[in-house]
């Protein structure tokens, strides 16, 4: 796909990350077996169907926006720009245009951090929580208040403060913690709750959830687990009373979830016509699907997902009939 380089120009956040790094002093072709990638750098790099793309473009295109790099002894270390950086290996190029800057410790985390957050859509978790990480760490380098830089750095990701503090928290998850996160077994509420767990117990729960048959650990059961470990300081989660303990804990999860969707009342005053304008939308929105690629408004679904979808639609279908029997007795 051919890219509008006359839009790179007017890239008000790029600009803005040049002028951060003191304005630029032009831009070289380096040699790509001089770059070093930084360490400990939040984002990662995949090799898919995102960067095949990116691949065939800079064959196409070659590399239109120069990456951000820093020298670092007889190299330069790459600030901004590790995926254009590895698509152009992949690609076959020798070089890649660049921009070098000396600049301090705490603006290398800004760029580092701030051109990943503000040019990506998607992030795992982990990412998150590292790269909010950087931000702080990159503000106070630079004398800012901790506080405010906390409320700063949520302003300019679109987020609560909360929120950049409940990421920041996951930085005390255990790696095989944070998979699960990463992997959405883990809410990122969830685990924050963890995140002030000892290494030990982390690990216990972390294998305790992929051992047995979870598919979601929500704040709830977070707060049932450190409840326990509250009330019995020194049994903690020993081997002994591992296995035994969660189950207890994972069990009253589901029962007090079963339970609080039952009615509170024993009758309830219900307007005829609502339910009949209920069931009508309903069942207009209904979509009935077969193997068929050819009918009109049709979704294709994999056959996994196909028969969820059956699943659904006949408990649909049930809540129907429930709801007819009851009009009819009215």
């Known amino acids: 796909m051919k890219i509008d380089s006359t839009k790179l120009s007017n890239n008000a956040a790029d600009n803005s990350f040049i002028s951060l790094m003191g304005g630029g002093n ?31 473009d800079i064959k196409i295109n070659g590399v239109l926006e120069p990456i951000l790099v820093k020298q670092d002894g007889n190299k330069y270390r790459i600030l901004a720009g590790h995926r254009r950086t590895h698509a152009s290996k992949l690609a076959g190029k020798e ?20 051109t990943n957050l503000t040019q990506r859509k998607e992030f795992l978790p982990s990412e998150l929580a590292k790269a909010y990480q950087m931000q702080l760490e990159g503000y106070q380098e630079l004398d800012a208040h901790q506080v405010r830089t906390t409320a700063q750095i949520a302003e300019e990701n679109n987020v609560s403060r909360r929120t950049v503090q409940y990421y920041m928290k996951l930085n005390n998850l255990t790696d095989a913690l ?43 059961i977070v707060e049932n687990i450190k409840a326990f470990l509250r009330n019995n300081p020194a049994e903690g989660l020993g081997n002994e009373i591992l296995v035994s303990q969660l189950n207890t804990v994972f069990n009253q999860n589901k029962k007090a979830k079963n339970k609080s969707s039952e009615p509170m009342y024993d009758t309830y005053i219900v ?60």
């Open 26 to 56: 032009g831009i070289v072709d380096m040699p790509l077996n001089q770059l070093i990638e930084t360490e400990n750098q939040p984002f990662n790099v995949f090799d898919d169907e995102r960067m095949d793309a990116l691949v065939e």
């Open 95 to 114: 070089t890649i245009p660049c921009i070098i800057k000396n600049v301090k410790s705490g603006t290398e985390k800004l760029i580092i951090t701030n």
């Open 178 to 220: 944070l998979e699960l996160v990463d992997e959405g077994i883990i809410t990122v509420k969830a685990g924050a709750g963890l995140s002030n767990l000892s290494s030990e117990n982390q690990s216990k729960i972390c294998k305790y959830i992929k051992t047995h048959p979870i598919s979601k650990v929500d704040i709830d």
């Open 271 to 330: 307007n005829y016509r609502n339910i009949e304008d209920t069931m009508f939308k309903a069942r207009q929105n209904i979509i009935y699907l077969d193997n068929s690629q050819k009918l009109k408004n049709s979704v294709v679904l994999k056959q996994k997902d196909y028969q969820k979808f059956q699943a659904a639609q006949a408990k649909i279908e049930q809540q129907f009939n429930l709801i007819k029997q009851i009009i009819e007795k009215a």
